[in-house]
């Protein structure tokens, strides 16, 4: 008799233990939803940065080893000499497919998700916008 009466308590005990752990986890991972960087973001740090460089400056740590190098998409020369459709297209096709650098590799996969495409080219055009 005496362990049951110790026994719920306890029960009760755990029992609140959890809901508050899975309320923390809860909170925890909506927080990070939101403040999670875009697939296209990530992608750009992961994929491209390496040659354009974080900040699109065309810096990244390997730009130096391709002639041409990749362009400084700070500059508002280059952005206003390519079309978002320009973008688009050497992101999708490479370098190679287009006469231009074969460094540049083409993404054909990104076909089937617009939205990254999208957002890579915002990405680009957010480089011209920084002060
Ligand atoms: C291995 C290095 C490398 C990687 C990785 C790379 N690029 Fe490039 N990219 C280049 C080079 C070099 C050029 C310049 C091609 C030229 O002008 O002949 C280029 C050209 C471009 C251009 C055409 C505009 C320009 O600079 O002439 C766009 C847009 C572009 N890259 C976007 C991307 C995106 C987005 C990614 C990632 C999904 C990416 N690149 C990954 C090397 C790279």
Redesign the pocket.
Known sequence: MRSVVIAIPLTLAVLAVLAVVAGGCGKNSSQSAGGQPSQAQV??DT??????GVNGA?D?P??D?????????TDPA?QAS?TDD???E??LK??VN????P???S?TL?RNRPEVLDG??K??RGFGKRP
Do not use: D, T
């Open positions: 992608m750009f994929k491209c940065a390496v040659c354009h065309g990244g390997s730009a080893a391709f002639e041409p190098r990749p362009h400084n998409y280059w390519v320009q973008i688009k050497i992101i490479g370098g287009l006469g231009k650098s460094a540049m590799p993404h990104l890579l080219v990405i680009i």
